[in-house]
């Protein structure tokens, strides 16, 4: 693609990184293929292609973006399914990110747009704020009906019937390997996933000390700041994942670290890219180290290794949700799969596995109607399967299937947990009776999901 940027323009490094995946663009169309919103709206510029034409329209003006441009950036998942059918190598990714960054920088939103954008970010990515949202929003959830906006319908919808309690597995702490040492390693506690399914954490950190890992939950570390990167909110995203930064090399400057685990995939796709997202900044070198430890839990188990004798302990039909940030974001397509059928359960593979499920972090709650039909299409081709159950890798895809679907939606890792000695995943276990204590030192919570 032929740009237009004046040496002044160019000389930022930004609008210089913009040019370079502006120009990797040769018109193809092979985005157009795979990409869900324009699937469902059929319309140019609600394709990677169009979007990127009213990208370099907008950065080589150099003036405030307008309404229509707005709508179409704002219309994207970043679900990234361009990314994998691309073949000149587009970085769509960041390319979208500096569009949004832009956007946020420079244009003005209606009143009520800027305060609900700015509420989201101040109450997902902060658990205990969350948990208290979602107390209010389950209260007024009856209400929903008579609620003018659609989004905040959709708000009020997704909020669970039950919330469990926080787990004393997120506070910081060491659980000790069980057995020989052979990794070091942090886990990412993340944000929303504390508050919306604490058991996702405390499986994982079963299944890593029965595979012989210590699992750091450092201090300071929280949110990876995807939630606020993807509305563009540069100064929120930045702050966060510079928290993060510094708790993880602290760790690993002090005793050493093999690994950060991420188990919600939406937030290991921005963990990795934190060497990007900090080039030029006095944290850069410390970004690189982290990205470069990063691991999706299902990456670092498919290196350990399941234990001989992992086993499902009854035969399950599990219908696999790839989740958009695993599969596209990190390329993650196989190691999923490959641990669950090795636990001896039955894996199953819906039709048009590459679509995104309408979730995208806070997409569904700022364009609930495009989401909506794609949970329809999603829901639909996984039930299509008669599965026992539901597995993804990302909280995300787990609470927007789960809202459409009967079958039980769980964390992956759930799974390979109950396989090798771990309790049965609340969703599938009749009435969630209390656990008793479980290894890793932590007592699980009686009614954790």
Known sequence: MQTRFTPEQLADPRIARANR??????????????????QVLGDELDSPRGRIYLIKEMLESGRDPDPRTVRHIDRCLSCLACMTTCPSGVNYMH??????????????????????????????????RFRLALRAARLARPLAALVPDARLRAMLRMAPRRLPPPSPADAPQVFAAQGARRARVALMIGCAQRALDPGINEATIRLLTRLGCDVVVPRGAGCCGALAHHMGRERDSHAAAARNIRAFMAEARGQGLDAVVVNASGCGTTVK???????????????????????????????????EGAAAPRPLRVAYHAACSLQHGQKITRQPKALLRQAGFEVLEPAD??????????YNLLQPEIAEQLKARKVATLEALSPDVIAAGNIGCMVQIGSGSRAPVVHTVELLDWATGGPEPRALSAGGAAQARQPGGFRMPADAR
């Open 95 to 128: 390319l979208v990110d500096e569009a949004r960054a832009y956007i946020e920088r420079r244009y003005r939103r209606p009143p009520f747009e800027r305060l609900l954008r700015w509420t989201l970010a101040w109450i997902l990515p902060h658990p205990g």
């Open 353 to 362: 596995a590459h679509l995104c499920c309408g979730s995208a972090g806070t």
């Open 21 to 38: 995946i502006l120009r990797s663009c040769v018109h193809c169309g092979f985005c157009t293929a795979t990409c869900p919103t324009y």
């Open 273 to 307: 890219d934190y060497g990007a997202m900090f080039e030029g900044d006095p944290l850069a070198e410390d970004a690189a180290a982290v990205a470069a430890m990063a691991r999706d839990v299902t990456e670092l188990v498919a290196e350990l290794g399941l234990p």
